[in-house]
C-alpha cells in the first residue's frame, strides 16, 4: 500500500474522476483536493469544511455533503443548496452520501454533533429525486457513514458506525427501501466506516479504528482484511482507468501526529463497480 498524500485532519469523501483523478476532502481543516493520475496533489475547491461525502454530476459539477447537501461547480463555485440541514428533522446536518443508476442522491443526515459532544441521537436516511425534492426512506441511524449498491441495483448497502453495522436494504422501483437487515456486524470498536462495492458485488468497507479494509462476500461472509498503516480508516474507493486501483483515506487519530491523515493506494484483486453521476436538477446558485 503506497501512501499518495499526507498531512489533514480528517480525510473523507474520495470520488474517482475520470479525467481529474481522485478527489477528497478535509473535514477538519477544510477543502476538497486531487491527486491528479501523474501524483500531483492540489487544491480543488478551498476552505469548505465537514464534507463526508462527495459525487460528481452529470453536467461535470460536484455534490458536496456537510452543513447542507450542496452541488457547485467542479471548482466550488456557482455553489447552491440542493437539501438545507436545518430543513430536516435532525436539524444537524449531512454524512457520506452516494448515488443509484438512475442519478438520485442517497444521504444519511446526522442526528447530533458528533464532534461537539452531544448527546447521540439517531438520524434519517434521505434520497433526493431528480426534480430536486427530498424524502426520507429510513430511520434509526445511529451514526450515518459509507453507503454503495449492489451491481444490479436492488440493494443498498449502509454503514452505521455507532452500531456497529453495516445495513442492507432492498432498492424498489421509485428509489425508496424496505425495512433493513444485518448485513456485516462489525466487532466493537473498529468501527464501520466508509463503504465501496467492487464488480462482482463484494463490499469493501473501511474500518475506523480497525486499521484494516474489510472485504465482504455477497452474501455478508467476510473474504478478507487487507491492512492499512494507520488505524482511523474512513473510507475506500474505486479508481484508475482501469478501476482496479483502491484508494484508502484516514483520519489522524491514533496516528503519530496530528495532521497525520492520508491517502494510500494498493491494486485490487477485482474492479470497483463505476457510480452514476448525480442528475438531480441544480439549485440557482
Not at 37 to 56: E, F, N, W
Not at 266 to 278: E, F, H, M, N
Request: negative net charge; aromatic residues 6%.
Amino acid at each position: 500500500m503506497r501512501e499518495l498524500a499526507t498531512g489533514y485532519g480528517l480525510v473523507e469523501g474520495p470520488v474517482w474522476h475520470g479525467e481529474l483523478g481522485l478527489l477528497y476532502s478535509d473535514v477538519l481543516n477544510g477543502g476538497v483536493f486531487r491527486a491528479a493520475k501523474d501524483g500531483t496533489i492540489s487544491q480543488q475547491v478551498p476552505k469548505r469544511r465537514g464534507i463526508g461525502g462527495m459525487a460528481l454530476h452529470v453536467d461535470g459539477g460536484l455534490i458536496m455533503g456537510g452543513r447542507d447537501i450542496v452541488a457547485s461547480d467542479i471548482d466550488g463555485s456557482a455553489m447552491g443548496v440542493l437539501l438545507a440541514g436545518a430543513e430536516t428533522k435532525a436539524g444537524i446536518g449531512f454524512n457520506d452520501l452516494t448515488t443509484d443508476s438512475a442519478g438520485r442522491i442517497y444521504v444519511g443526515d446526522l442526528g447530533f454533533s458528533v464532534f461537539g459532544g452531544g448527546a447521540p441521537k439517531p438520524g434519517f436516511l434521505h434520497v433526493i429525486d431528480l426534480d430536486g425534492t427530498d424524502r426520507v426512506i429510513s430511520d434509526g441511524i445511529m451514526l450515518t457513514n459509507g453507503m454503495g449498491f449492489s451491481p444490479d441495483g436492488k440493494s443498498l448497502y449502509h454503514s452505521d458506525a455507532r452500531a456497529d453495522v453495516v445495513r442492507v436494504y432492498d432498492v424498489l422501483a421509485d428509489g425508496s427501501v424496505s425495512g433493513w437487515r444485518p448485513f456485516a456486524e462489525i466487532a466493537k470498536g473498529e468501527t464501520p466506516d466508509g463503504l465501496a462495492v467492487a464488480a462482482d458485488g463484494s463490499v469493501w468497507v473501511a474500518l475506523a479504528h480497525g486499521s484494516a479494509v474489510a472485504v465482504y462476500e455477497p452474501d455478508g461472509r467476510l473474504r478478507e482484511r487487507i491492512p492499512v498503516p494507520l488505524p482511523m480508516v474512513t473510507s475506500v474507493c474505486f479508481g484508475g482507468d482501469d478501476l482496479q486501483d483502491l484508494y484508502v483515506v484516514t483520519g489522524s487519530r491514533g496516528g503519530p501526529r496530528e495532521n497525520c491523515g492520508s491517502v494510500f493506494v494498493t491494486r485490487a484483486v477485482v474492479p470497483g463497480l463505476p457510480l452514476a453521476p448525480a442528475k438531480v436538477r441544480r439549485p440557482a446558485a
